[in-house]
């Protein structure tokens, strides 16, 4: 009543412009509260985020690669609350197993001149320099809002995998986990569509890991002692 009061008689410039960034500080909270409040978000792959995240690679190597993937894995589909306070109500669902898949190939493709082939199955395995496995580990996200002292939201994936270097039997020579940490996007206020920044990050998130994973099959000799990257053929 008292800030009322003083408002109605005018009060100091001061105080006046410290209630009305309180004010709106709230009013932000509420939308952001109201909007993401108890609501079931859906994703998809997304082709253009994809492209997006693509980008040159520092060094590559000649060869084709074989991506083996299993059709469980292709058919996984996350569906789970974000790790924050803010917007915990929420349910986001995504098809983590086909971005993941078509980020294989892209990530790939961008190191080894020869491009990437995805396949569920080992066949032709010796027309194939490098034949390797993807897997997701773990997936989390938030609507992080506590690093923008609640008047905005960052959101923010984090992505472990697993890739394995195969032989053409299919067995397991080479094996390393990749973690991408918090990968953030750009801060918002209010966004009717929040899965999108956070399935925007994903695609970002599994290309730059997946990328990573290329890059070090292609030098593993010197990383890993013996080579099971195969020679080129003539």
Not at 53 to 78: C, F, I, M, N, W
Not at 122 to 127: P, Q, R
Not at 147 to 160: E, Q, S
Request: glycine share 8%; charged share 20%.
């Amino acid at each position: 009543m008292s800030v009322l009061m003083e408002k109605a008689r005018g009060g100091a410039p001061e105080e006046n412009e410290s209630t009305r960034s309180r004010l709106y500080g709230r009013v932000g909270l509420v939308g952001i509260v109201l909007i993401l409040g108890g609501c079931a978000h859906t994703a998809s792959f997304n082709q253009s985020y994809l492209a997006a995240a693509r980008h040159p690679a520092a060094e590559t190597a000649s060869g084709k690669v074989l991506v083996k993937t299993s059709e469980q894995d292709d058919a996984y589909v996350y569906s789970g609350h974000p790790t924050s306070f803010t917007g915990h109500g929420t349910t986001l669902t995504i098809p983590l197993g086909k971005i993941a898949k078509e980020a294989s190939q892209a990530a790939f493709s961008d190191v080894f001149t020869g491009g990437a082939d995805l396949s569920n199955e080992l066949k032709s395995a010796s027309d194939y320099r490098v034949i390797v496995t993807p897997k997701i580990v773990e997936f989390t996200y938030e609507y992080n809002q506590l690093k923008n002292i609640g008047f905005a939201i960052t959101p923010t994936v984090t992505v472990k995998l697993k890739v394995q270097l195969l032989d053409v039997n299919g067995n397991s020579k080479w094996e390393r986990d990749y973690d991408s940490g918090a990968v953030e996007g750009p801060s918002y206020m209010l966004d009717t569509s929040p899965q999108e920044r956070i399935s925007k990050l994903a695609h970002k998130a599994l290309y730059e890991q997946l990328t990573r994973a290329a890059s070090d099959i292609r030098t593993e000799g010197s990383d890993a002692g013996t080579s099971t990257v195969r020679p080129e053929k003539p």
